[in-house]
């Protein structure tokens, strides 16, 4: 058996490996496990799917949608906790409403109402949670969603970290296009709605440990005025839509190819990074492309498609910095595939945990 | 980026890469090995073998710092972290790397208080802003970390600071070099050597590899260009019947090295008799550990530690991997018992590490992709 | 083994003789410089970056001379090509 061969077959092997079903082997729960990558997934898989299975939830997306009364409706719900609250470019706030509208959004969904719900740490300063309240309410004013419900908890001292907020929302579907990273088709294009890594990037900074300075802001925004604009143009081309959050651009691509059985192929060169980002990552040894993000969204959409998409994002001026970033492509299926700027290849895979800053 | 992005340029890779082949002799199969696991990262990163005639093999090597830890030396580092006057710092490279009974990111699970760390002077800066707590430093690395943390203790000594030690892990790669060159499982043509730990050592140390062993080294820099470059000089030394110790990172490494980076280390640090490497088992002079003058400073006099030997799993041939004597997908438990959720073996962990690198970057069919991509 | 990185010294602080503001790709960090006793450095310089200390300065001649070889193989290459593109023209 020549080595090729005996290669081929640990590959298949692992391959097998990887489809089968996911168990916890952890006894507690670990940081990994809320970092967005395999251990998140892992753990959503193996303990809530198990425990909640129903149609809906299956399919694992940013939201689920359902009829009711004759309408069609997306539901979905986020909890947000970052340290420090507040960051360059944005707060707990804002980011509370803007991830829970962009989870509407990328379902198609035109956002409408929000809940909030707060856990307070006893001595929490009143002034922060103003601030914070203020925040979320121009992040809504400026999303076209109100704020309807809410709840409070205070909890002892030490129990938490300041502030937590959880947000939920419903938004209506106006059209009759079915999103879902399941319809991704070999020929089609992917697109990225902007530059990447900038929210992860800014909160790493901010903490402060890392002495590290550099002109990053967090790219938190809603995209429902972006989805809207890129739907005008080619609602019917859009497969699916998702914002890039924990796990970065990265872990949605495997979330597209592993859902949709197909191969993703992205060109390194096509990525957007702001050079403070790409600085800040070669520094920390860590890559952009699973570095999360707030405001940006990946698309993929009919090949034909493709530049009336980009033409669309750009004309949205939190689009300006989009790009097609690859292709869609029948093999290898469930494997995203980077075409270095170097012009080697490599795969592109999951992330277990949070990227950590490395040394060697 | 200056001095980066000059290094990626696809137009010279391939311009190398025609000269590569031509140096080639025709039916004959060459194997170097990339010493150092920074090398190994830009290998799998950048997709380099894409620009290698199939007739070269790269072999993975020992120099991945997390990689060579052995078990018992996490389980002590866990155990002095689990005093609750203890802030135990590391590098993020760590907290994965499964011991006895777990790694740092289990053992923060249960409460110990172990942070991440840039450098270890921001080590030393949470000593300074936590008085009552002991803050230790789990240092890791070959020569090229090992002066950072000597300078740190130096400072900490020059300031007073007393609630600040260092658990010494620091290892040395020529007496590693040796044991793979004396090891009678493995043939190879010539070493790509370590880019990084050549600016403090220099180049000389390597200078019995080309003599003794009759093996050319190349000293190499970490962007894809220097290693494809790195390769052609060694097919050149071979192709001319020269075994030499060439300086491709001639723009970072001096031929001499860093004295003073050296001295500082020999002031704080001196050889261990031996020291265990996981799967290459115990190797003489091969590690640091802090003088006794800086007794003060030395975690492993300050805390109780257990000290045992954990043997590694049986079905873990992380050693041969190591030895580059197993390419990773060689390896039985590779994929499927050891994955880089479920790492069994150190080489899977870390991100040099040849078995993540395989398994993140590289776990493909090269033809397929090469169809997939065209 | 080891990340290093590349950044150009920005400032040195007079007050502080062992500490250097260095910038990478518009990120910037005071690196400890303490390794490099004895060679000038002045901003403008780079060094390479490891840990949080400058491991050595960069010789800009040697890169230089380095790309100079890289671009004369690229050279080399593309006057290969133009033959071979030519010669089967001929053919």
């Known amino acids: 058996?020549?080595?090729?061969?005996?290669?081929?077959?640990?590959?298949?092997?692992?391959?097998?490996?990887?489809q089968r079903k996911a168990r916890v082997r952890e006894e507690r729960i670990t940081m990994a496990h809320g970092a967005g990558g395999k251990a998140t997934q892992t753990l959503i898989e193996a303990v809530f799917l198990d425990a909640f299975r129903n149609p809906l939830l299956e399919p694992l997306e940013d939201g689920a949608v359902f009829g009711a009364g004759g309408a069609r409706l997306a539901f979905t719900t986020d909890s947000y906790v970052v340290s420090p609250l507040f960051f360059p470019g944005g707060d707990i706030g804002d980011l509370a409403v803007n991830g829970t509208v962009n989870d509407l959004s990328v379902c198609g969904a035109r956002p409408l109402y929000l809940s909030a719900g707060f856990v307070l740490e006893e001595g929490f300063p009143v002034e922060d949670l103003r601030r914070i309240s203020a925040s979320m309410a121009r992040a809504a004013a400026a999303?076209?969603?109100?704020?309807?419900?809410?709840?409070?908890?205070?909890?002892?001292?030490?129990?938490?970290?300041?502030?937590?907020?959880?947000?939920?929302?419903?938004?209506?579907?106006?059209?009759?296009?079915?999103?879902?990273v399941a319809h991704a088709r070999p020929g089609d294009a992917v697109l990225v709605s902007g530059p990447v890594g900038e929210h992860g990037?800014?909160?790493?900074?901010?903490?402060?440990?890392?002495?590290?300075?550099?002109?990053?802001?967090?790219?938190?925004?809603?995209?429902?005025?972006?989805?809207?604009?890129?739907?005008?143009?080619?609602?019917?081309?859009?497969?699916?839509?998702?914002?890039?959050?924990?796990?970065?651009?990265?872990?949605?691509?495997?979330?597209?190819?592993?859902?949709?059985?197909?191969?993703?192929?992205?060109?390194?060169?096509?990525?957007?990074?702001?050079?403070?980002?790409?600085?800040?990552?070669?520094?920390?040894?860590?890559?952009?492309?699973?570095?999360?993000?707030?405001?940006?969204?990946?698309?993929?959409?009919?090949g034909d498609a493709a530049e009336s998409a980009l033409a669309a994002l750009r004309g949205h001026p939190l689009g300006a910095g989009a790009a097609i970033v690859g292709r869609v492509r029948d093999d290898p299926p469930g494997l995203v595939l980077l075409k270095t700027a170097f012009g080697g290849t490599r795969i592109i895979d999951v992330l277990v945990g949070d990227p950590l800053p490395r040394i060697c | 980026m200056r001095f980066v992005d000059e290094y990626r340029d696809a137009d010279k890779a391939r311009a190398l890469s025609a000269r590569i082949a031509s140096l080639c002799e025709p039916g004959r199969a060459y194997k170097f090995m990339e010493v150092c696991g920074g090398h190994t990262h830009t290998i799998y990163k950048h997709g380099l073998e894409d620009y290698l005639p199939e007739t070269i093999t790269l072999v993975h090597g020992p120099g991945c710092p997390v990689c060579v830890i052995p078990m018992g030396r996490v389980d002590d580092a866990i155990h002095i972290a689990e005093r609750p006057d203890v802030i135990m710092t590391s590098f993020g490279d760590m907290m994965r790397v499964p011991g006895g009974r777990g790694s740092f990111f289990d053992s923060t699970a249960q409460g110990a208080d172990i942070r991440m760390v840039y450098s270890p002077l921001d080590a030393l800066k949470i000593a300074r802003r936590e008085p009552d707590r002991q803050v230790v430093f789990m240092a890791i690395g070959f020569e090229t970390t090992a002066p950072?943390?000597?300078?740190?203790?130096?400072?900490?000594?020059?300031?007073?600071?007393?609630?600040?030690?260092?658990?010494?892990?620091?290892?040395?790669?020529?007496?590693?070099?040796?044991?793979?060159?004396?090891?009678?499982?493995?043939?190879?043509?010539?070493?790509?050597?370590?880019?990084?730990?050549?600016?403090?050592?220099g180049c000389r140390p390597y200078e019995f590899i080309a003599r003794g062993y009759g093996k050319p080294l190349v000293v190499a820099g970490f962007e894809p260009l220097d290693i494809l470059q790195s390769v052609y000089m060694l097919l050149l030394q071979l192709a001319e019947g020269r075994s030499e110790v060439e300086n491709q990172y001639a723009r970072v490494v001096p031929w001499a090295g860093n004295i003073r980076a050296l001295r500082a280390v020999n002031e704080v640090m001196e050889l261990r008799p031996y020291f265990e490497w996981r799967g290459l088992g115990f190797i003489s002079h091969s590690a640091l550990r802090m003088r006794e003058k800086y007794a003060a400073y030395d975690a492993e006099r300050l805390f109780d530690i257990p000290g045992n030997r954990v043997a590694d799993p049986k079905a873990c041939q992380c050693g041969e991997v190591l030895k580059g004597v197993l390419k990773p997908w060689e390896c039985k438990v590779f994929g499927t018992a050891c994955t880089p959720e479920t790492p069994i073996g150190t080489c899977m962990v870390s991100s040099e590490g040849a078995c993540a690198a395989y398994y993140n970057f590289g776990r493909f069919s090269r033809q397929r992709v090469r169809e997939a991509t065209r | 083994m080891c990340l290093g990185i590349p950044g150009e010294i920005v400032e040195i602080p007079p007050d502080q003789t062992d500490l250097a503001r260095v910038d990478v790709s518009g990120v910037r960090r005071a690196v400890n410089i303490g390794l490099l006793d004895g060679q000038p450095l002045r901003p403008g310089d780079w060094v390479l970056i490891h840990v949080g200390f400058a491991l050595s300065k960069i010789d800009e001649a040697e890169a230089r001379a380095a790309l100079e070889f890289l671009e004369g193989i690229g050279q080399a290459y593309e006057d290969e090509l133009a033959a071979l593109r030519d010669s089967s023209i001929e053919r």
Request: aromatic residues 2%.
């Open chain 1, 143 to 180: 999303a076209e969603v109100s704020i309807v419900t809410g709840d409070t908890k205070v909890v002892q001292r030490g129990k938490a970290d300041g502030c937590y907020v959880t947000t939920a929302g419903v938004g209506l579907l106006e059209r009759d296009a079915r999103l879902g």
């Open chain 1, 201 to 302: 990037v800014t909160i790493m900074l901010a903490r402060g440990e890392l002495d590290i300075e550099a002109d990053v802001t967090s790219d938190t925004a809603p995209l429902n005025g972006l989805v809207a604009a890129l739907q005008a143009a080619v609602g019917e081309e859009v497969r699916c839509l998702r914002d890039a959050t924990r796990g970065g651009v990265a872990t949605i691509l495997n979330e597209i190819a592993r859902a949709a059985g197909v191969a993703v192929v992205v060109e390194e060169d096509a990525v957007p990074v702001r050079p403070p980002v790409r600085g800040a990552c070669e520094l920390l040894g860590i890559d952009p492309l699973y570095v999360a993000c707030e405001g940006r969204m990946v698309a993929v959409v009919d």
């Open chain 1, 1 to 18: 058996m020549t080595e090729t061969t005996r290669e081929q077959q640990v590959l298949e092997r692992i391959d097998r490996a990887r």
């Open chain 2, 148 to 201: 950072s943390t000597a300078m740190t203790v130096l400072r900490a000594a020059a300031e007073g600071v007393r609630n600040f030690s260092v658990f010494c892990n620091h290892v040395t790669i020529i007496p590693a070099i040796k044991a793979i060159l004396d090891s009678p499982d493995l043939r190879l043509d010539g070493f790509i050597g370590p880019g990084h730990v050549s600016t403090i050592i």
